[in-house]
Structures are given as C-alpha cells and as structure tokens.
C-alpha cells in the first residue's frame, strides 16, 4: 500500500522494485491518494481520499482489522500482539481518551497549547532493589534508577490495557465515517482492508509505503504512527517483506539526519544538550536523556555520548573537565527551519549559511522567508547557479514590484561555487540505512569546491584566528578535533590537493579507540571512560579495521544481499528482525524465515568457553537481538540494556521491548493518532469538536495570515508537490534544458467540474490566492483531480508543483508564496500538503 | 549476427521521460530550439513550451527529440474507468525501412546489426525520407541542413553497450538485446499479462513494415498510443499506386467512350 507516497514519480529509481514484486511475483499494490498520479496509474487499485484524512482511513483499517473474522480467528495474530506489542500492558487508570474528552487527552494544560502525559503512563510493579550502593560510573547511577515493570493482561481483557483503549479509541472510525470524512467510496475502503488482512499473516506480509504526503500535516507524526499501529496489529513489523518504507525526500537525506544537520539532534539520535531540560552538567544530560530508556539498548546512552565527545574534542575530553560538555552549545528552543526564519525577520539572526537549500523558493510562506534573508547582516549561499536565494536581493518579485528596493537591503551575499556529487568522495545514505560510498570522478572546474572542502578550511581558519585567544569560550575551537588532511594517495590524481579525506571522516563517525586508533568492529566495543571515539554511533562497523570500507562492498545476492555495503546498524536491513520467529525462537513459516533460535549451534563465549543455542540467519542478515539470549531468557528485574530484555522482547530500543500501540511517552500531541482537520480546512471536523490538533505549532505574525476553518474566502483545498522532471527548489534541474523543456512551468491539476465552475480553460491561464499571496499558472484540466464528496457537500481539491523560481530555463511563480507557516507540534514540519484557497480564470496582475 | 531491438513493454513504463534525457545526452543532442525563447534580463533562453496535454510538453519526436514519451489519459466522467498510459516512441528500425529507400544519394543505411542510421557527411538535406517515414520519424534540422532520427545508438551498440535509453530506464520498460531474445521476452510477457486479464494487450511490430526491430507491448490498440495499425512504407504503396494508376486509365477510358457517345446522342438530338 502506497499512501502518502508518490512513488513512481518522486523515487523513480526504487519504484522499480514495488514493479518487479508485481510483474514477477504478482504483488497487488494499491495507493490511496487524493490524485491519480503516475503511481496511481502503475497500481493495481486507487483508492481516492481527501487530503489529510489519512489517519480516518488508517484508523478505519485498525479497527476493520480488529474486528475481522481472520484476526480473531488465526491464532498468529494475537501470539504476535499480545507478546511483541504493548497491547496487554496496562495504562493509568486516570487517562482519559479522545472519546471521553471530544477530541482531547487527558492532561491539557488550562491554557490548551501542552499536554502533560503524566496520565498516558503504564501501571507498574514496584521498582527493584538496586544492585549497587556505590556508585562509581554513568552505569551504576542507572542501575539505582531501574522502574518496576510494566504490569499487563495477556487476556487482553482489562479496560485499562492498551488494546481495549485502542479498540474503544478507533471504534467509530467504521466503513461509513471514513466514507463521510474521507469522501472514500465504502467499498474501496473495504477491498483496501481485505487485501491488507488477506496479505498478512504467517506466510504473507504486507508492506507500506509512505513519503512527504504524511510528514508534511500539523498530524504528521500521527500518520506515520497510526500506520505503525496497522503493520503491529498485522503482525508485519520485524518479518521479510512487511514493515513501513519511509522514502527520503533526496539522496542521503537519511545519512543527514544520522549524521545530525537537525537543530536538536547529535549524530545517531543523541539528544542535543538543551538549556530547557535538567541538562546543566553533563551527569544531569546522561541521566535526563537515559533514564527513561535505560531498560532499552539505550541503556548504553553514556557509551554514546562520552565516544562523541571525545570525537568533538579529542584528547583535550578528559573525564575531568566531563569530556568537554560545558563547552558543548546548547539549544534554547525550537530552532529549526520555520521559527528560524521567524527569529531571523525578529532580527535575532545575524548570519545565515545556504548549502544545498534554496528557501527564496522552497521555503513556506516564501515571501515571508525572503524578506527575512533581507534582515540578516550577511549571507552564504553555495551552489552551483545563481539560485533565487542568492539572488533575492536584486531580482525578487517584492525587488521587481518595488516593494523592496535593493538599496534598502544591508544582507552581504557571498556566492560561493559548489560542486557537484561527482566531483567529490563520499556516502550516501538511503532510505533503507544503507550506506554506499561513492567515488569522485573529476575535479569541480575553477573555484568549486564541495561543502565538506569548504566546511572543513572554514574550520581551519577559525582555529588559525582563535589560537592566540585566552578566553575560556575560545576553548571549544581552539581545542576541536580537526584533523581530515588527505594521505597523498587520495589526491594524487586530483588538481585540488586539500580536499578533506573522505575515508578519515568516515573513520571518525565509525569510532576507534583512542590510544592506538584501531577502527571499531562493533558499537558493542564503545567505552563510557573516554577510551572510544566515535561520531556516531549507528554508523559503527562500516569501517570495521584499517583500510577496510564495508561501504565500498558490492557483492548482490538474490535476496538481502549483506555484502552489498553497509546497512546500519550492524548491518541490519530488517529492523527489530527478532519479530521473524515466534515465541519459542521458531520461525513463523519457512516462507517467512529470517531470524531465528538455533537450539543446537555452538558459540564461543569470550572466555574460550562453548555454549550452545545461538540466534541464526542463514542470508547473512545482521541480528538485531542479543545472539545468545534464549527465546525463554527472562530479563533481570533490576538491570539495564539487554540485562533487563527478555528473549521475547524484539523492540530492543523500547524501553518494554514492545513495538507501542500506544505511546506512553515521547510525543507531545498524545498517545493514539486521531483524526483532526489540518489547520486550514474547508470542513468542521466530523468526528470532533476538537477541530485541529490542539497543540500544533503556530506563527501569528505579521505577514503569516491564516484563513479561518471553512472560509467562504479560501474555500479551495491545495496540496503542493513534485513532479519526476523537476527535483525539490529546481536548483539542480531548471537550468538544464532537457529537463526544463520537458516541464517548462508552473501548471495547476484541476478537475474540469471545478474548471467549468470557474470558467477556467485547459493550458489558460489562472490564478490562484491565498492570504499569503497569490501566482499565476496554466490551467491543466484533468479528471486525474476530483471533487470530493463530505458529509454531503462537495468539496474542491486542486495541486500545485512547487518546482519553478524567477531564476533558471523554466521559470514561473513561486508556489510557496500562497503557503503558511503551521506546522506538527513534534518535529516541526510544515504543513505544505494542505491548505486552503480561492481559484480565479486568467492572470494575477498585481503581486505575486 | 543477430539484429539488435529494443522491446519496449508499456506495461510497466512510469512516464518519468528518463529515457528522453538519457538519449539527449547521449547523443549530444541540445533542447529543442522551438522550446525556449528570450527573456528580458536573463542571458540564456527560457523555455516556454508548455502544452496542457497531460504531461507530454516535448509532443513529438524531432530532429532534437529522438524519443518521445506519451500521456494518454483515459476517464469517463464518473472516474469509474480510470487509466492513464505511458509508453516511450523513438525509430522504430523497421527491416522494409521507408526512409532507407526514398533517400536518393544512400545517406541512410543499415548496418550489420540492424540498425537504420542516417550518414551526416552524406546527407543532402532533400527530406524525400520525411513523408516515406508512416511513424513521423525522421526531422529536418535547419541548423544542419541534414535530417537526423534515432541511430539505436550506433556507437555505443558497435562497442558492446546497450542504448543509452535502456541504460537509463529504472523500471526496465526499454529492454535492449538481440532482436530473437527480445521477442521471446515479450511474449512470455504478453503471455503473463493476458492471465492478469489485460485481454486487449498485444505486441506491436512483429509484422508491421516487414518486422520492427524496435517493438512495443501495448495494453490496448496501436491507435490508442498513437500508432499506425497497419503503417504503410512508400515502396508497398509502390504496387498499390500502380494499381491505381491503371485503374485509373480504365476509368478515363470508359469515362472518355460514355462522354463521346453521349456527345453523340446529343448530337442526334438538337
């Protein structure tokens, strides 16, 4: 199932496969989308939904699931949920549901913009005596921290257990209401349920495909969860062929968030030290951050956090001066992208670096984000044209209409050259963790250097200018661990003698031990007294000895393919892998074998001694379990890590050991994905007072209007999107010719019913507005769009590319000049896939 | 040696265009000119070609374009029938090749493996191979004062290589090998789509112009992608044309003798 995902068009290359699996093994795919899109056309079926019901129509999968005759008949079903999720174990007898509330959880605060989920949390049994009195190390602080385990009713039973709050939660999201809301023909709905129940069980799983069309909601988060909690009561998470592919927006997006370019992030998802939190010495960051999930594998937290560290600063991290945190930045808030421009038009940014990003275009709201470059005292853009970011201050549709004269704009822009992939060595990491090196083919012409060339000598520099300096502050530059000079070899055929080594960069985030600088085999090796290094630790493993680049490997089998490079972690494609056989370590069925419980095998402990019984996978599949824990271990009560998992519990990042069917922590908009209007929304919501998700994140500043929910003004849906012959902002495709005269401008899909009611023609032009602003775009009439029927009333949908700038060989209006700053409470993405509009026939005139 | 092809299998073609670049680039082929256009402030040409006809901007196959990708939307208003095909065109190197025999100075041949490629040096730009082509193939470029189509990438297949289309195809849909192979392909496939109830599905080109080394399988017929159901190349018109010529003469005669007898009658009747 395709939802929330155009893949065919926007992951051209990995859409191959979801073909293959139907031309050559008869997989039906099916995609839910409010467009018939090129996907669309390649799949078996397309189920037609309104923009931003998904989670009506996932939780009316949940709950036809749940009460299916096969669900409560095949006895697979419920050995997997009742053991692998957290489906038996019991809440807090004081949270109160979204049905008891209409639309709230309990624990709102009064001024309705936080929860508190102190009522979300799991009954317990009283917490252990602690192993040790004396604590001496990060580990013996945790193990006097251990909780009581989670109480549970493996019956199911309980009104408190999760399942029966799940079940109560979904129980009116029935065929019909997702008719209603959805504006779904029932028996679509229907035909989607059945294939997914029929395609699921012991020998079949099914798999969901989902993109940006989930992420970019104020409920983003909640999407991508509720299709978690469809895969866990499906039993399809941790088995071959089952799980949620989460297709990343462009190459190495992935390896971007591993390797942490997001504001609140350190590499391999450590939290950044945070002024917010109890975060103030570094033994308060360990504990806030590893408590809570100690009895996971994160319960090796001060492993990771001292190797990184020590990676920042090197020999100058001692345990005495606690590895160098104090000096660490802290974040004092939400910093990323929208409130960052938010804080730039305030005047609290100064200076801004551009790589790889062209916000003038991309950025929601984009005339908003434009005038805020103007507020900055200097600016770097690099790239390879002149994008519209660079060039804002003298060309701009506020420059041309003289809202803004370029006079008047103080920002210094320096335009630096970038260069291209192949002009550079490198991995990438893909969407399913999979890292590849790539090679470098060619010198970058003239001036062009690639961003870690520049990264780097800027690095450099900044340690030249600071060496004199005897101000403590300076301590963090002055003492950074900065040391990627290239051995001759990996230059010699090159003209650019000083572009940093590739192959150390990798060596650092892999991580070695500190005094003799061996690479580390495994994450299992890093050390919590300063004697490992590592950047991240996820990525430990790709570089297991000297000189040998696991990312480099290409040996493909017909299957997993272990020897094609490195998967992280561990090499580990099927995360939570453990779920693949049953109870007793058994595989599922021989169809569906990966991992499982070899009673017989004989493994070497590192004491020389023989034991026997071994988790095995013949492919080759890195084990995402302990090897030696027995299906049959039963976790020590009062230890950490994999001391506390038992040999039932696959989900060893959670800290039960259970995937979660409901969250009982880490996320701010409450436990169980529900329905909510985006923020923007023609219609009342149809299944609560609440109308949109109570705490989404909101800007009300001048220059970010928001329409009113059914605005007689704005009463048009719009979602913006890509297209195959465009990438992102257009920055590495309009300048092209091939690619601009394949999609030379800005098009609107739009139905002909809507078309005729407006008197808008096919390949005219027409325009569309918003508060925010309004553009121009030809008109292409397609029934490939549709009205949608809502509780009885029609409601019109219309999509907008959002590919072209004023700049390049295809150039049209900046559709991001009609979007707004609104987004998820969790991760703060925008809202780019709904919102409202009004349409009108002809040109704009005027403003864009 | 066998003929080098290329299936083309419809079935499974996304319409990502992939192809179209590839072969540009390729072949160093560069936008087509009557695709851009000046703009005031900006030193390079912008592009201003867009069409309204779903997503096929470039519309057909030119001296600049030698690979086309078609968008054929099929709604009823209900959207209970709902299709939308793609399918990729180029030459189609048709063993009884129009072209090749309406070039007067031989500037258009075959080499030994198959291919119909058009000899720039040779080429005198007379275009007597542009109405012989029943595909609309074969385009006149002013710039060169010479006719250029695809050469199944002549260089690259006499060097081992497959075509720079099937190279860049990420879903497999443009396949390229030897033409015997192929066909055993698309008939395994025609074969396979039939029992997935695709009735209408066919292979086109096994027949037509005396077998095209470049084939398709359609899922409906040729028409519906654009394509002649029974192209006719100048030199069977040949044997028509003769044909007609003399049915022709027949006709004049009798015409003439009825005239003349008519004249005759009126004479007699003043």
């Known amino acids: 199932m395709i939802m929330g995902s155009n893949m065919a068009e926007c992951h051209p290359v990995a859409f191959r496969w979801p073909l293959k699996a139907k031309t050559d093994h008869g997989a039906v795919l099916m995609h839910v989308d409010p467009r018939f899109t090129r996907t669309s056309a390649m799949c078996d079926l397309h189920v037609p939904i309104r923009a931003a019901t998904d989670i009506t129509f996932l939780g009316g999968l949940i709950s036809y699931v749940i009460h299916s005759k096969r669900w409560n008949t095949d006895p697979f079903f419920?050995?997997?949920?009742?053991?692998?999720?957290?489906?038996?174990?019991?809440?807090?007898?004081?949270?109160?549901?979204?049905?008891?509330?209409?639309?709230?959880?309990?624990?709102?605060?009064?001024?309705?913009?936080?929860y508190s989920p102190a009522t979300w949390t799991y009954q317990?049994?009283?917490?252990?005596?602690?192993?040790?009195?004396?604590?001496?190390?990060?580990?013996?602080?945790?193990l006097q921290r251990v909780p009581g385990r989670p109480k549970a009713d493996p019956s199911l039973k309980d009104p408190h257990c999760v399942f029966q709050i799940l079940k109560r939660h979904y129980q009116r999201y029935t065929p019909e209401m997702v008719e209603k809301v959805c504006g779904c023909p029932k028996e679509k709905f229907v035909k989607v349920a059945e294939t997914l129940l029929n395609n699921s069980g012991r020998d079949k799983t099914s798999n969901i495909v989902y993109a940006v069309g989930w992420t970019q909601h104020t409920v983003g988060v909640q999407i991508i969860r509720c299709a978690g909690l469809l895969q866990e009561l499906l039993g399809n998470i941790g088995r071959p062929g089952g799980g949620i592919l989460a297709l990343r927006g462009h190459a190495t997006i992935q390896g971007s968030t591993d390797i942490a370019t997001l504001y609140h992030s350190l590499p391999g998802y450590l939290n950044m030290p945070d002024a917010r939190k109890n975060h103030d010495t570094f033994k308060d960051f360990i504990l806030t951050e590893s408590v809570p999930l100690m009895t996971s594998y994160w319960g090796n937290y001060p492993k990771f956090a001292v190797s990184y560290f020590k990676a920042q600063w090197g020999g100058a991290a001692t345990k005495e001066n606690d590895y160098g945190y104090d000096y660490h930045p802290k974040i004092t808030g939400d910093h990323s992208h929208l409130p960052m421009f938010v804080d730039m038009m305030n005047g609290r940014i100064k200076g801004f670096f551009v790589m790889g990003q062209n916000p003038a275009v991309g950025g929601q709201n984009a005339r908003y984000q434009r005038k805020a470059l103007a507020k900055l005292d200097w600016m770097v853009v690099r790239d390879y044209f002149e994008t519209e970011t660079a060039a804002f201050w003298r060309n701009s549709p506020e420059v041309k209409e003289g809202e803004v004269?370029?006079?008047?704009?103080?920002?210094?822009?320096?335009?630096?050259?970038?260069?291209?992939?192949?002009?550079?060595?490198?991995s990438f990491t893909n969407t399913q963790r999979l890292i590849q090196q790539h090679e470098k083919a060619a010198d970058p012409p003239d001036d062009a250097?690639?961003?870690?060339?520049?990264?780097?000598q800027l690095g450099k520099s900044l340690?030249?200018?600071?060496?004199?300096?005897?101000?403590?502050?300076?301590?963090?530059?002055?003492?950074?661990?900065?040391?990627?000079?290239?051995?001759?070899?990996?230059?010699?055929?090159?003209?650019?003698?000083?572009?940093?080594?590739?192959?150390?960069?990798?060596?650092?985030?892999?991580?070695?031990?500190?005094?003799?600088?061996?690479?580390?085999?495994t994450f299992a090796n890093l050390k919590e007294d300063g004697s490992t290094v590592c950047g991240a630790w996820i990525y430990t493993g790709v570089i297991p000895e000297e000189g040998v680049n696991k990312a480099r490997s290409r040996k493909a089998d017909e299957w997993i393919s272990p020897g094609w490079g490195f998967s992280w972690p561990a090499n580990r494609h099927i995360m939570y892998n453990r779920a693949s056989a049953d109870l007793q370590g058994r595989p599922w069925s021989e169809k569906k074998k990966l991992v499982y419980w070899d009673p017989k095998k004989e493994v070497k402990t590192p004491d020389g001694k023989v034991t026997r019984g071994s988790w095995v996978a013949p492919s080759g599949e890195g084990i995402d379990f302990l090897p030696t824990k027995a299906p049959s271990?039963?976790?020590?009560?009062?230890?950490?890590a994999f001391d506390w998992l038992s040999g039932n519990d696959p989900f060893i990042m959670r800290p039960d050991g259970k995937a979660w069917l409901f969250a009982p922590a880490g996320l701010v908009d409450g436990p169980l994905p529900t329905h909510y209007e985006p923020y923007e929304s023609p219609v009342a919501n149809p299944l609560y007072k609440q109308q949109s998700n109570p705490v989404a994140k909101t800007w009300k500043v001048p220059g970010n209007p928001y329409h009113k929910v059914a605005d007689p003004d704005f009463p048009i849906i719009v979602s913006t999107y890509r297209l195959t012959e465009h990438h992102l902002s257009g920055v590495m495709t309009r300048w092209l010719p091939w690619l601009a005269e394949l999609m030379p401008e800005l098009f609107c899909e739009i139905s002909p019913e809507l078309a005729a009611e407006k008197g808008i023609k096919n390949a005219e032009y027409m325009t569309i507005e918003t508060a925010r602003?309004?553009?121009?775009?030809?008109?292409?009439?397609?029934?490939?769009?549709?009205?949608?029927?809502?509780?009885?009333?029609?409601?019109?949908?219309?999509?907008?590319?959002?590919h072209w700038g004023w700049q390049g060989r295809a150039q049209s209006d900046v559709v991001n000049n009609l979007s707004v700053l609104v987004a998820d409470p969790n991760v703060t993405i925008h809202e780019g896939k709904v919102f409202t509009c009004n349409v009108r026939a002809g040109k704009r005139g005027g403003a864009a | 040696m066998n003929a080098k092809g290329m299936f083309v299998d419809t079935s499974i073609c996304t319409g990502c265009k992939a192809c179209q670049v590839a072969c540009k680039e390729w072949n160093g082929l560069s936008g087509e000119p009557s695709h851009f256009a000046k703009k005031a402030g900006y030193p390079y040409r912008v592009a201003n070609n867009f069409s309204g006809r779903s997503y096929d901007n470039t519309q057909n196959l030119s001296a600049t374009d030698?690979?086309?990708?078609?968008?054929?939307?099929?709604?009823?208003?209900?959207?209970?029938?709902?299709?939308?095909?793609f399918a990729s065109d180029s030459c189609k190197h048709c063993n009884n090749a129009g072209c090749l025999n309406a070039c007067p100075v031989q500037a258009i041949v075959r080499t030994d493996l198959g291919n119909v490629f058009v000899k720039q040096e040779v080429c005198i730009g007379c275009k007597y191979c542009i109405p012989a082509c029943p595909y609309g193939v074969i385009s006149f470029d002013q710039r060169t004062g010479t006719v250029h189509k695809c050469t199944l990438c002549n260089d690259r297949i006499h060097n081992g290589l497959g075509t720079a289309c099937a190279k860049a195809c990420p879903t497999g849909s443009i396949a390229f090998g030897d033409v015997p192979d192929l066909k055993m392909r698309a008939d395994a496939r025609l074969v396979q789509l039939k029992k997935l109830g695709y009735e209408k599905a066919n292979i086109y080109g096994y027949d037509e112009a005396g077998g095209l080394n470049v084939f398709y399988l359609f899922l409906d017929k040729p028409e519906v992608y654009g394509q002649p159901e029974k192209p006719v190349v100048p030199q069977d018109r040949l044997h028509i044309s003769s044909g007609v010529t003399v049915a022709a003469a027949i006709a004049v005669a009798v015409g003439a003798a009825i005239a003349f007898r008519e004249r005759g009658e009126k004479k007699d009747k003043p």
């Open chain 2, 66 to 85: 030698w690979r086309h990708v078609r968008f054929i939307e099929q709604f009823n208003a209900d959207r209970s029938e709902a299709r939308w095909l």
């Open chain 1, 405 to 426: 004269k370029p006079a008047d704009i103080k920002t210094e822009v320096f335009f630096l050259p970038a260069a291209m992939v192949s002009e550079m060595e490198g």
């Open chain 1, 78 to 114: 419920k050995e997997y949920v009742v053991n692998y999720t957290n489906a038996a174990t019991l809440v807090n007898p004081d949270f109160k549901d979204t049905e008891d509330l209409n639309g709230l959880f309990s624990g709102l605060s009064e001024d309705g913009k936080a």
């Open chain 1, 463 to 521: 340690k030249k200018m600071y060496s004199t300096s005897s101000h403590d502050r300076d301590w963090p530059i002055k003492n950074l661990f900065w040391d990627y000079e290239p051995d001759a070899s990996e230059v010699a055929t090159f003209r650019i003698k000083d572009e940093p080594s590739a192959y150390k960069l990798l060596k650092e985030i892999n991580g070695y031990t500190w005094d003799d600088k061996k690479p580390l085999p």
């Open chain 1, 124 to 142: 317990r049994h009283p917490a252990p005596a602690p192993p040790v009195t004396e604590p001496k190390t990060f580990t013996d602080m945790l």
């Open chain 1, 633 to 640: 271990f039963r976790g020590k009560d009062n230890g950490i």
């Open chain 1, 773 to 802: 602003g309004k553009v121009q775009a030809r008109a292409m009439v397609t029934r490939r769009m549709r009205p949608f029927t809502v509780d009885g009333k029609t409601v019109h949908e219309i999509g907008l590319p959002w």
């Open chain 1, 449 to 456: 250097r690639s961003d870690i060339w520049f990264t780097y």
